[in-house]
Structures are given as structure tokens and as C-alpha cells.
């Protein structure tokens, strides 16, 4: 006898219908639906965000187009609006912080990990964890008072006697500059890199510790040779989080960079940043043009991250895959 399609396609979904009610009965599919959502969601936030800015900076990129990214003047009276000082204070500080910070958090974070005893190295991460806590206008506050005037008064006459041939190091010093944002930036993420690091390094197996000291490599051999390798994509890991804190952090860098719009190659200068403008001039822009220009440099502060966490992203593939090639 004959078995028709359309009694085979009856008895297909009468199955598929009998084990989606099976899996829902044991929570399968209400958990992937619950988890999809929570996926999706993230992206649909990220699309949201980057509309509402997009949307909302019509004015300023009809008017200036790919010149606000490069124009050096910012004058709302005269309604002239360019971003490419604060691109250059957010890039210039953020990259001083993570030059500052990336080998004293690998360097502690290496320590604790597997140099201290654990009793030490217990208490000391419970009080980098609570640095990691700190909000942000207490980093500012102590940078006002503390930070700022011994840079102003040790830290940069030194730089300047003995390097001051170089234009880094050049010029008047003030105290407020882009050196004393970029310093408080690394103080401020030091506390992400070593916590996220030494999570990473203790993730190691033990095995691998155990087989390099049985071919005969010292302590410190073991850690360097082996175990930071091993954990090299952690390490990266903790450090692009770090520069994400850094780029779009607000308070603590709005009161020590000295908020001024121009670009100078000393790091003694005053500088500006992205979300220092933002947060300085937002609740006192009364024109649009003004205002959705602000708007605008938020839109280019998140591409800007996006643009650098791809990066970071490519950067971490392309070691693990050479990382796994020499394996």
C-alpha cells in the first residue's frame, strides 16, 4: 500500500510537535529561549544606542560631514565644531595610561599569582578588588590635590632637565596636562589588569607548572617560560578591558587633563577628552547645533571603542592561532 506524502509530513510534525513538548517539559527550550533573549538583547541595546546618536547628530554631520573628525576649532559661538582634539586627548591619554599600568598589573598580577604566599596574596587582591571600586571622582579629587602637585613640582621639572630634548617634554608646566590625566587613567585601571590577570595565571594547570620544574626550570623560569605564555590571551585580554575603562572614562580625567580644545605634542600642556567636553558643556549647550554636536562626539567616542575592541579582538586571534601553530 501506498504512503502518501502528505500522511508521512502529518507524522513528521506529529513527532517534531511531541518532542518540542518533551524538551519543554524538561526546560530545555525554556532555557534556550530564555538565554536567546538575553543575547539578542545586547545587540539590540548596541543598535538602539548607535541609532539614538546617529539620529540625533543630523545638524553637525550635514553640516561639517567628514570634517568634524579632522577640524581643530571648537567655538560654539561662532558654531564652528571639530573633534580632532579631543581624539587626540582621549588616544594620547588612554595610550600613557596603558603604557603606565600594562607592566606594573602583569608585573602584580604575575606576583600574586605565583610568587607570594597565598595568605599575601589573598589580602592584597581584596584590596585591589576594593580599588577596582573606587568611584571615579575620588581618583579626580585625590589627582586635584595630591597627584597634580607633586607631578608639578618633582615629576616634571625632572622629565624636563633630563629629556627635555624631546617634544614630549617640552614647555610650561601647569601641573593640570595631559600627563596628569594619563597617570591618573593608569592608577585608576591597574586594579582591572591585575585582578583579571591573576585570575587568569591561576587558571593555569598545575601540570604545566609541575613539568616545566621536573626538566629542571627554576621558579621564575617556570612562570615566565610556561605559565605567562600559557595565559597570554587572558593577559590581553585583562589589558583591552582596561583601555575600554580608560577611553570613555569621565570624571577623574575632566578635572586633572586641564580641558583645553588644542592639540600639543608636550605632555606638560593642557588637553581634552572626549568624554570631558561631553560631560563639561552638555548641560549648558543651548543652541542645536551645539547640542548635537556633543551628541556627535558621543557617536564618535562608541565608534571609536568598537573600532579599538575589533582590533584588540583581530590581535587576540591572530596569537592564538600562532600560538597554537608553533604548539
Known amino acids: ?11 513528521s510534525f506529529s513527532w517534531r510537535a511531541r518532542q518540542f513538548v518533551q524538551r519543554l517539559k524538561h526546560g530545555d527550550e525554556v532555557a534556550h529561549l530564555i538565554t536567546l533573549l538575553a543575547a539578542a538583547s545586547i545587540i539590540v541595546v548596541t543598535v538602539m544606542l548607535v541609532y539614538q546618536l546617529y539620529v540625533n547628530s ?4 550635514q553640516k ?5 573628525f579632522t577640524g581643530r576649532t571648537w567655538d560654539p559661538v561662532s558654531g564652528d565644531f571639530g573633534a580632532l582634539p579631543f581624539i587626540y586627548g582621549t588616544l594620547v591619554s588612554s595610550a600613557l595610561a596603558l603604557l603606565l599600568a600594562v607592566p606594573l598589573g602583569v608585573g602584580a598580577a604575575i606576583f600574586l599569582s605565583e610568587l607570594a604566599p597565598l595568605r599575601i596574596s589573598n589580602y592584597l ?11 571615579s571622582v575620588i581618583y579626580g579629587v585625590l589627582g586635584i590635590f595630591v597627584l597634580v602637585p607633586v607631578l608639578r613640582k618633582f615629576v616634571m621639572p625632572f622629565l ?17 596636562s595631559m600627563l596628569a590625566g594619563g597617570v591618573v587613567l593608569a592608577i585608576m585601571i591597574v586594579p582591572f589588569i591585575i585582578s583579571v590577570s591573576r585570575e587568569v595565571l591561576m587558571a593555569v594547570p598545575v601540570e604545566q607548572r609541575e613539568a616545566a620544574l621536573g626538566l629542571g626550570a627554576t621558579k621564575w623560569e617556570s612562570t615566565w617560560q610556561v ?3 600559557f595565559a597570554r590571551v587572558g593577559i590581553m585580554a585583562s589589558i583591552f578591558l582596561a583601555l575600554a575603562r580608560a577611553l570613555g572614562e569621565t570624571m577623574a580625567v575632566t578635572m586633572v587633563i586641564g580641558n583645553d580644545p588644542r592639540i600639543n605634542a608636550s605632555l606638560f600642556a593642557p588637553g581634552y577628552s572626549i568624554a570631558a567636553v ?9 543652541g542645536d547645533l551645539h547640542l548635537q554636536g556633543l551628541i556627535e ?25 600562532k600560538g597554537a601553530a608553533q604548539g
Open 227 to 229: 605559565v605567562v605564555p
Open 160 to 176: 624636563k632637565h633630563t629629556l627635555g630634548f624631546l617634544p614630549l617634554f617640552k614647555g610650561p608646566i601647569y601641573g593640570v
Open 297 to 321: 562626539l558621543g557617536l564618535v567616542l562608541f565608534l571609536l571603542t568598537i573600532l579599538i575592541n575589533g582590533l584588540a579582538r583581530v590581535v587576540i586571534i591572530l596569537t592564538t592561532q
Open 125 to 135: 587582591t581584596f584590596i585591589i578588588e576594593l580599588l577596582a571600586a573606587v568611584p
Open 1 to 11: 500500500m501506498a504512503i502518501f506524502p502528505s500522511t508521512v509530513n502529518r507524522a
Open 58 to 61: 543630523a545638524l553637525p554631520r
Open 64 to 68: 561639517f560631514g567628514f570634517g568634524f
Open 278 to 286: 561631553i560631560a563639561n558643556e552638555f548641560t549648558e549647550a543651548t
